[in-house]
């Protein structure tokens, strides 16, 4: 079975590949990527001013 999940938060900088702490975020799982999809966009929607704010789409096999 497959899950999506959305995961990320605000990072210091592009070459630090772990959120600030206290800034992670995780959503799912999702069955689909399309349910994922949108909360992804209403997550990125929420915080579109902070432009260090990242989630992504997270495919993950069980």
Do not use: S
């Amino acid at each position: 079975m497959t899950n999506f999940y959305v995961e990320g938060g605000i990072f210091k900088d592009l070459a630090d590949p772990a959120p600030i702490a206290g800034t992670e975020e995780r959503y799912g799982p999702f069955p689909t990527e399309q349910e994922a999809d949108k909360t992804w966009r209403a997550r990125m929607a929420d915080k579109i001013d902070i432009c260090n704010h990242r989630l992504r789409v997270i495919r993950r096999d069980a």
